[in-house]
């Protein structure tokens, strides 16, 4: 005849969490490799426009940014505005702008610059014209107009 | 006999690497960097202007998008959803047709002798042309170019451009170039 134990003496083993925190810094990890932090707090307001033909940005290191839109607080105005690093700033500045760039990587990087253009959808494109043809000037022909993803139009 | 030394207890490592991660969530951000490359050219020297390229009519596609964002090619509305046929078959110049670029046979490594078009797509924008629309047709005309890339591939490789290894895709980007140059700009419409 079996015998049965009490129930009372059964006692529920603790789960052990002493792996949960290996998976906790896994994610962490994760997180950390494929985000990067925002070096700059935007003034302007960017909803870049959708396209399909994209190339995403190799080097990161190599990519300085122009934004052009409007600013997101009104007291500044509706017209769009061109940002550089943290302050607002105007077309003339972006020669001074590449050239700070410039300098601050290696000699042999310089060649690889790429300007990013972040600009707001709705922005005229007098701006942008006004802002390529100071890049030309400063001789940063490398450019990319900063693209949301979108599926492809046909197929 | 060995002392046993305590348990760390390690309950709360799970806590601060939860708050650690939470950070980071909030601090960073999954950045989008892509989007439409393309080569400016040098600027004009106004003292040296450049020797006058006969560039014959037949071999630009001007494509211009006004002020209110209407699209003309050479010198006609179309819609924007013609625009990538229309630059396809212009680089292409499938029929040989006499109004459309002529080709050059040029050798290219990897793919021996092969035509290659001598047009260029001249994009024209105004000052009060929207950036969205003048980017959707910048799409439009990256979508033409990479469709003959891919129609060039399959044929020759077998194989989608993107697929193609280094040398390979160089060729085909040799033989199918990015041929769409960004005028000098105009004040027609005012800010």
Not at chain 1, 59 to 82: D, H, M, T
Not at chain 2, 21 to 37: K, R
Request: glycine share 6%; hydrophobic share 40%.
């Amino acid at each position: 005849m079996a015998r049965f134990k009490k129930a009372g003496s059964r006692k529920v083993p603790g789960i052990n969490t002493g792996s949960m925190s290996d998976i906790i810094f896994m994610f962490l990890f994760f997180f950390m490799v494929i985000t990067t932090i925002r070096e700059v707090t935007l003034l302007v307001k960017i909803k870049p426009p959708a396209a399909s033909e994209i190339q995403k940005l190799e080097k990161k290191a190599l990519v300085s940014f122009i934004y052009v839109g409007q600013p997101l607080q009104s007291k500044f105005g509706n017209e769009s505005r061109i940002q550089l690093n943290n302050s607002f700033a105007s077309v003339s500045d972006i020669q001074a702008f590449i050239a700070a760039e410039r300098q601050a990587r290696d000699e042999a990087d310089r060649k690889m610059l790429t300007t990013s253009l972040k600009v707001d959808g709705d922005t005229k494109m007098g701006i942008v014209t006004d802002v390529k043809q100071e890049l030309r000037k400063a001789g940063a022909f490398k450019i990319n107009y900063s693209t949301r993803k979108k599926g492809k139009v046909t197929e | 006999m060995a002392r046993i030394s305590p348990e760390l207890n390690t309950g709360s490592m799970a806590d601060i690497s939860f708050l650690l991660l939470t950070f980071f969530l909030l601090t960073s951000s999954i950045d989008t960097d892509q989007g439409i490359t393309r080569k400016l050219p040098p600027p004009l020297d106004p003292k040296n202007p450049p020797p006058d390229i006969n560039i014959k009519e037949r071999n630009v596609l001007k494509v211009l998008v006004s002020k209110s964002n209407a699209l003309l090619v050479q010198g006609k509305y179309i819609d924007i959803r013609d625009l990538k046929e229309t630059a396809k078959n212009f680089l292409a110049n499938p029929q040989n047709r006499q109004d459309l670029p002529e080709t050059e046979e040029k050798e290219i490594p990897g793919l021996g002798k092969i035509k290659v078009s001598k047009g260029v797509i001249s994009l024209k924008n105004d000052r009060g042309t929207s950036y969205e629309t003048y980017i959707h047709v910048q799409n439009e005309l990256a979508a033409a170019i990479s469709e003959l890339r891919n129609d060039l591939s399959k044929q020759r490789f077998g194989v989608k451009f993107s697929d193609l290894d280094n040398s390979k895709s160089d060729a085909i980007s040799k033989a199918v170039p990015v041929a769409i140059s960004e005028a000098e700009p105009e004040n027609i419409g005012g800010k």
